[in-house]
């Protein structure tokens, strides 16, 4: 699903956030990004969506290899994948059920899947009842739910959430990350960046560690990471 | 499952979104909103005042061309049947459409009506004035072709010997034909730069637009938008810019047309002019809105197409 061979990024100030990386995601699998704030978690994911493009190295999502894509082609990739935002990212000018239907409205979808589509992403995060309402008039936790909504409602076969349940206490923390479990379970390739000691240590899944840059975990540069039970899919 | 309320379907395309959004932002800003459309209204009104004006002045022109005339005084010693057989012969010409003769009586009469000088001629004893031929040119498109063709009429007409004298008539009406071409190049000019003006406003206030929707243009570039969908409700709200725009000033210039009429028609009917101002058609109405419109359009292109840092990436 996603590959790194190589891949380094340096921001125009010199920084260099992430420094010869190279890994392999298999299709279906659920994957922690864990190391401490600054280590590049952020850097990464944004290099998947597209959002940063790598100073040297080779990134591969899906058929898709990112050193030959145009940047007209970026929107149609982002918008094949689901991203969850740390703060959330929604747009407070307008009610729930639009903020998780603008991927779909610029996706072009005919209203009717729009209808249907949106209500049952907020069903499964349990706030279909609330669709009406203005986001900002929800808890932390019910807002990033709908930010999980609205990444998963154009049905993505790839979920990047960068630390989306920093901001929330625990008992929330384990509520999000069950949903990215059962979307994972349908499916769905998760890529979860995060620090949270408790949910790394309760839940075992592979995890990519970030030490300044580097994959403190990977001593040998070609280290595959593969999902607990998750079967080889075709991407 | 629950089956949502929601509002028109057509908010959720994406034409539909993007001018639900921008017509949302116009709105939630209306006193700011009205205060542009007046200030884009004003300037954009002048020309439009101009343009209804130019048309009426241009009638005036032509018309009043249309009617000109040669007349050409024959000698004292030409006897009316002559003169009445020299005009059926001139009539004939192709660059002339109608001739009348004048006789050395009739004459007489008209001089006699206009004027108090009935005793001055009965003190004479015979009739002074000259049997006339009163000459009109063919038409022709522009008033400037129908002035060299009486000119070169007169210029024939002046080597006969038969011919005392010829007079173009209504000669005043090249002369104020000339200051209006004058006027109307001065008040092109003015009217391109009030133009130039309205869309630099629509420019700013578009690029404003777009300063204030910057939350949501990340948001959406994050979602996969593309950049014709990021720019689309920019364009929009330029183009309603223009077309609101354009609407204040077909108002405002109509109604300040309609202050210059009464002026203008008295003035005019003080040179015995035919010449009234016309006012506006809806026609000319909607031209005004079209025109704006369409500058409004270029208004919000400018803004979009002028390459504008980008909101993601750091290089
Ligand atoms: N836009 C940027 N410009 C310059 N440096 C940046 C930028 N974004 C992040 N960095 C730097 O890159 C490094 C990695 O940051 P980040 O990927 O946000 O880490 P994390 O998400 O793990 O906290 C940090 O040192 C950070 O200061
Ligand atoms: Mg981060």
Redesign the pocket.
Known sequence: MISFQHVS?A???G????DDLSFHLRSGSFTFLT????????????LIARL?KPTSGEIQVGNTAYSTLKTRQEPKLRRQMGIVFQDNQLLYDRSVFDNVALPLIIGGYKFKDIKTRVMAALERVNLASRYAENPINLSGGEQQRVGIARAVVARPKLLLA??PTGNLDAEISEEIMKLLLQFNASGVSVLF?T?DRELLNSFKFPQLV?E??RLSNASDASLHLHAKQAPETVS | MKEPVLGSRWNYTQRGYALTQSIRQLRQRSAATLLTLFVLGTTLALPAVFWFGSASLSNLVNGSVGEESLTVYLSLDVPDLEGAALAKEWQEHPAIRKTTYVSRDEALALFQEQTDLQDAIAALGSNPLPGAIVVYPSSSDSASAMAENAEALAARFNQMQTVERVQIDLDWVRKLQSALNLFQIIVSLLAIFLTLTGLLVIGNTVRLELLRRQREMQVSTLLGASRSFLNRPIVYTGTLYGLLGGAVAAVLATVSYSFIKTPADQLAAQYASPFRLALPSAGQFLTIVAVCTLLGLIGGLMTVLRPSPSILT?R
């Open positions: 990024l921001y125009r100030t920084q260099l956030a992430l190391g401490h704030s600054g280590a590049g978690k952020s850097s990464l994911l944004r940063e960068d630390e960046a620090h970030l300044a840059g | 750091n």
